[in-house]
C-alpha cells in the first residue's frame, strides 16, 4: 500500500488520539475474550447431562409428623397408589433429587481397612423401579430385583450387598475399563463389601458444584425416615396434569403427615443454575455494552480527525484523488490503529486469564477465542470508521479553494 | 466568575450534544457497572455485627483423618463433633459460648382449622442470644438453667408469631412441636444479618430461622437436625453412637473480651486437644484455631468468585468509558482551538482557560454521575431480579454509595479532562489567528 507510510506519518503527529483509541480496543478485547470464555465454562457447565428423564419428572416431599404412624405400611400404599395412577410411568421413595443442592455422598474404596484410597460419591437409596421412574439408561450389567430391597431403619449404619454406579464413576475407579466393574467388590464405610451389580450411563449427584458431579450410586433401600422424597415419572406431556391430581391424592389419603414443595425437574435445574444464569446474562450485557462504547467512541474521535482536516480532504480530492481512495485512507487508518490495540489485546487478555486462572480456578483460554477476539474487533473498527470515511468521501474539491 | 463558566459550560455543551451525549452516556455506564458490581460486593462483605466482631470468635479443631486431612490439610475441619462442642461447652472457659446447629421441626397450631407448619430451626444454647445482639420483641432468650435442667423453651420468629399468634405477645404460651408442648419465653424482632455469619456453613445468605431451640433437645431426640455432617469414620449403629462419632456437625462460637482472654483460650484448645490425644483421638498436628467474625467471613469466602471478577471487570470498563472520554473531551477542546485562541489574544490567561475547560469536564461529569446513579440503580434491581433468593437484600443502594457514585464519576471526569484541558491551554494564539 502507497498510503502506509502516509498515514503512518500522520498518526505519528497526532499520537494520543490514535493511542487512546488502541487502548481502549485493547482492553475491550482484554475484557471480551475473558467475558465470553467465562461464559462458556457456564455453559458447559450448564450443559451436562443430568442422566434423568428431566421433562416427564416431579417430586414432593413427604414430611410425617403423627407420633404412632407406620411408616413402612403407608410407604407401599403410598408407592402403590401413585404407580396405579392412569398415567404415570412409574415412582420411588427416594432420600435425595439430583441438581437440588442436598444430599448424601460416601466413600467407596477397592480395599477394605481404614487408611486406603477412597473415591466419593452421591447416594441415592432406591428400589427395583428407580432406572424407570428416573429415565436412566443401563448400559452394562442387571437391575436390582425386588428381593434386593431392604428396610433401612433412621441411624443405621450397615449397607446392602449390591449397588448400580454411573459410568463417570465405575472409569473412576477403573481407569480405561469401566465395563470390568460389573460384578466387583468395593467398600463402603471403610470395611463393608458391596458389589457392583450395573453401570448406567449417567445420573448427576445433587450438587452442580462439586467436581464429583458425575459420580452417583444407587443403593436398594428404602428409609424408615419421616421425611422423604417421591419422585415419579408420567407418560410424555402429562407431567403437569398429573402434579396436583398426585398432590391432592397424598395430602387427603392421611392426616399425619405434610406433602409439600411439589416440584418438576426443570424447575430444579433452573434454580440449581440460577447463579450460572444470571451471571451470563450480565457478562453478555458487558460484553455487548462496552463493544458498542467502544465503536461510538472510534465514530466520534473519527469524525472530529475528519473534521480538523477538511481542508486536507479537499486538497487531495482537488488533487484527484478519488472518493474511494479517500475512504480507503480512513479505514487504512483503522486498520493500522486496530491491529495495534489488538495486539496489546492479546497480550492483556492472557494476562487477564492468568490472573483469573490463579485467583479463581479457572481453566486457560483457547487460541481460538483469541482468535475470535482479534477478528470481532477488525470487523467492529472498520464497521465504526464506515460512516465517517464516507463523510470524508464526500468533501467537496473546492473545499480546499476555501479558507476555513 | 463560577456560574459564569457554567454557563460557557452549559453552552458548549448545547451546542456539541452528540458529542456531550456520547460522553455523558460513556460516564454513565461506566460509572452504572462499576457502583453495581461494587454495591454487591461491598454488601457481601459487609461487616454483620461491626460492634462487637472482634470479640466472637469462631472455635476449629483438627480431629480429621490423618491419611486424608480435611481440606487438603490446609484448614482444619469447618465444624466440631458433638463430644467436643459439648466437653468445651461445659468446660466454660470463656466469657460467653454457644454451641448449635440447623434443625426442623413441624408445629401443630392450636386451632384444629390451621394446617401444620414444617418450621426451619436453630438448636442453640442461652447465650446465642446476647453473642449476637438479637433483637428481641416480646421476652428474651432462655437462661442457661434452661439448658441444664432441659426445659423445653423456645424462641419464635417475629414472621412465626405473626402467623401463630397474629403478633401478639406470646410469652407464657405453648406450641406444639414434634409432639411435644414447648413454652414460649421470646419474640424475636426482624433479624437478618447479611451475611448470616453465625452459620455459613448451610449458605451465608439463607434466611435466619422460624424458631429457636435449646440444643439438648438433638442429643434427646425430641428435634431433628439439619444441616451439614461430614464423616471420616464409620459411625455405630443408632443415634447414640453417631453422637459419639467422629462426624462434624455442630459449630461451636466464644465471646473473648481482650487478646489475653483469647490467647488464654487459645491455651485452653491446645490443653485440651493435647489431653485427647492421649484417647488416641486427633491424630494431626496440632491446629486449633479461633477466628473473629470477619476473619472467619474470609476465610470461609462468603463473597462469591463470581461477585470479585465481575467487579475487577466492570472496573475495566469504567476505564474503556474513560478513556472513551479522554477521546472525545480532547476532540471537543481541540475543535474549539480557533476560539481559544481568539481568547487568550484578547487576554484570557491560561489559568482562566483552565478552570473554564475543567467546569466543563465536571459538568460533564456529574451529568454522567446522575445517569450512572440511576443506571446503578437498574442495574441493582436487575442483579437482584437475575439472582433471586440469593441476592435478596444484597442488591440495594444506600447513600453512602449513592455519594461515591457521584464522587466517583466527578473525579474520574476530571481526571479525564486534565490532558485534553492541558492541550487546549496550549494552543498557540497565533497559529489560530492566523487561519481566521
Known amino acids: ?404 | 466568575m463560577f456560574s459564569y463558566y457554567l454557563r460557557l459550560a452549559w453552552i458548549s455543551i448545547l451546542r456539541h450534544w452528540g458529542l456531550s451525549l456520547l460522553m455523558v452516556c460513556a460516564i454513565g455506564l461506566g460509572i452504572g457497572t462499576a457502583m453495581t458490581t461494587v454495591t454487591v460486593n461491598y454488601l457481601m462483605s459487609a461487616n454483620p455485627i461491626p460492634e462487637k466482631s472482634q470479640q466472637l470468635y469462631y472455635v476449629q479443631l483438627d480431629s480429621w483423618d490423618v491419611n486424608d486431612p480435611f481440606d487438603d490439610g490446609l484448614n482444619p475441619p469447618d465444624q466440631l463433633t458433638y463430644t467436643d462442642s459439648s466437653n468445651l461447652m461445659r468446660a466454660k472457659q470463656a466469657f460467653r459460648q454457644n454451641v448449635q446447629a440447623q434443625a426442623f421441626g413441624v408445629i401443630e397450631p392450636a386451632d384444629p382449622e390451621m394446617l401444620p407448619l414444617i418450621v426451619n430451626g436453630r438448636a442453640n444454647t442461652a447465650d446465642f442470644f446476647s453473642m449476637f445482639n438479637v433483637p428481641f420483641i416480646y421476652g428474651s432468650g432462655w437462661s442457661s438453667q434452661s439448658d441444664e435442667s432441659k426445659e423445653f423453651v423456645v424462641v419464635l420468629s417475629k414472621a412465626t408469631n405473626d402467623k401463630l399468634f397474629g403478633g401478639k405477645d406470646s410469652v407464657g404460651e405453648s406450641i406444639k412441636l414434634e409432639g411435644n408442648m414447648f413454652r414460649i419465653v421470646g419474640v424475636i424482632d426482624t433479624w437478618q444479618p447479611k451475611p448470616r455469619f453465625y452459620d455459613i456453613t448451610t449458605g451465608a445468605f439463607n434466611d435466619s430461622e422460624d424458631i429457636f431451640v435449646p440444643f439438648h433437645l438433638i442429643a434427646d431426640e425430641k428435634i431433628s437436625r439439619s444441616g451439614n455432617t461430614n464423616c471420616w469414620k464409620p459411625t455405630g449403629d443408632g443415634f447414640k453412637a453417631f453422637l459419639a462419632s467422629e462426624c462434624i456437625w455442630t459449630q461451636f462460637w466464644v465471646e473473648l473480651k481482650t487478646q489475653q482472654d483469647k490467647e488464654d483460650y487459645l491455651q485452653f484448645l491446645n490443653a485440651y486437644v493435647e489431653e485427647q490425644k492421649q484417647f488416641g483421638r486427633f491424630q494431626r498436628p496440632m491446629d486449633n484455631r479461633l477466628s473473629n467474625v470477619m476473619q472467619w467471613l474470609e476465610t470461609q469466602e462468603v463473597v462469591a468468585d463470581d461477585a470479585q471478577m465481575m467487579m475487577a471487570m466492570s472496573f475495566m470498563f469504567l476505564i474503556v468509558c474513560l478513556l472513551n472520554t479522554v477521546g472525545l473531551l480532547l476532540a471537543k477542546f481541540l475543535g474549539k482551538a480557533p476560539e481559544i485562541g481568539l481568547r487568550q489574544a484578547l487576554g484570557a490567561s491560561k489559568s482562566t482557560l483552565f478552570s473554564q475547560y475543567i467546569i466543563e469536564s465536571a459538568c460533564i461529569g456529574l451529568l454522567g454521575g446522575i445517569l450512572g446513579l440511576i443506571l446503578a440503580y437498574l442495574g441493582l434491581k436487575g442483579v437482584e431480579g437475575l439472582y433471586g433468593d440469593y441476592m435478596k437484600g444484597l442488591a440495594s443502594l444506600d447513600t453512602n454509595m449513592a455519594i461515591l457514585a457521584v464522587v466517583l464519576a466527578l473525579i474520574s471526569t476530571i481526571l479525564a479532562g486534565l490532558y485534553p484541558t492541558w492541550r487546549a491551554c496550549n494552543i498557540q494564539p497565533a497559529q489560530q489567528l492566523k487561519s481566521q
Request: with cysteine; aromatic share 8%.
Open chain 1, 1 to 404: 500500500m502507497l498510503e502506509t507510510g502516509l498515514i503512518l506519518r500522520a498518526l505519528a503527529r497526532n499520537k494520543i488520539g490514535a493511542l487512546l483509541i488502541a487502548l481502549q480496543i485493547a482492553l475491550t478485547m482484554t475484557i471480551m475474550v475473558n467475558a465470553i470464555f467465562m461464559i462458556q465454562d457456564r455453559q458447559q457447565q450448564m450443559q451436562r447431562e443430568s442422566g434423568l428423564d428431566e421433562a416427564n419428572t416431579f417430586y414432593l416431599t413427604n414430611t410425617i409428623f403423627g407420633q404412632n404412624y407406620n411408616i413402612q405400611a403407608h410407604l407401599q400404599t403410598d408407592l402403590h397408589m401413585i404407580r396405579n395412577t392412569p398415567g404415570v410411568v412409574d415412582a420411588i421413595q427416594i432420600n435425595a433429587v439430583p441438581l437440588s443442592g442436598s444430599g448424601w455422598s460416601m466413600a467407596l474404596q477397592h480395599e477394605s481397612g481404614e487408611d486406603k484410597d477412597a473415591v466419593g460419591s452421591a447416594i441415592y437409596m432406591v428400589d427395583d423401579h428407580a432406572i424407570n421412574s428416573m429415565g436412566l439408561e443401563l448400559i452394562a450389567g442387571a437391575n436390582f430385583k425386588q428381593a434386593d430391597i431392604e428396610l433401612r431403619k433412621d441411624g443405621q449404619s450397615t449397607w446392602p450387598a449390591k449397588t448400580i454406579i454411573t459410568k463417570a464413576f465405575a472409569e473412576n475407579l477403573y481407569p480405561g475399563d469401566w465395563q470390568s466393574a460389573i460384578g466387583k467388590t468395593v467398600y463402603i464405610s471403610q470395611t463393608q463389601p458391596m458389589q457392583i451389580i450395573g453401570v448406567v450411563k449417567a445420573l448427576q449427584a445433587p450438587w452442580n458444584g462439586w467436581n464429583g458431579v458425575e459420580r452417583s450410586m444407587l443403593v436398594p433401600f428404602q428409609r424408615e425416615a419421616k421425611g422423604s422424597y417421591y419422585f415419579i415419572r408420567t407418560e410424555a406431556g402429562r407431567r403437569d396434569e398429573l402434579m396436583p391430581i398426585i398432590e391432592k391424592a397424598l395430602a387427603q389419603s392421611d392426616k399425619e403427615r405434610i406433602i409439600r414443595r411439589v416440584t418438576t425437574v426443570e424447575e430444579t435445574r433452573e434454580r440449581s443454575y440460577l447463579q450460572q444464569n444470571a451471571t451470563n446474562k450480565i457478562l453478555t450485557t458487558v460484553v455487548i455494552t462496552l463493544t458498542l462504547i467502544t465503536g461510538f467512541g472510534i465514530v466520534g474521535l473519527a469524525i472530529f480527525g475528519i473534521n480538523s482536516r477538511t481542508k486536507q480532504i479537499g486538497t487531495r480530492r482537488a488533487l484527484g484523488a478519488t472518493k474511494g481512495q479517500i475512504m480507503r485512507y480512513f479505514m487504512m487508518e483503522n486498520f493500522i490503529i486496530s491491529t495495534f490495540g489488538i495486539v496489546i489485546g492479546c497480550v492483556g487478555a492472557v494476562a487477564l486469564n492468568m490472573w483469573l486462572v490463579n485467583n479463581f480456578n479457572l481453566s486457560p483460554i483457547s487460541v481460538e477465542l483469541v482468535a475470535f477476539g482479534v477478528v470481532t474487533l477488525f470487523i467492529v473498527g472498520q464497521l465504526a470508521v464506515l460512516y465517517p470515511a464516507r463523510k470524508a468521501s464526500m468533501i467537496a474539491p473546492a473545499i480546499a479553494t476555501r479558507t476555513v
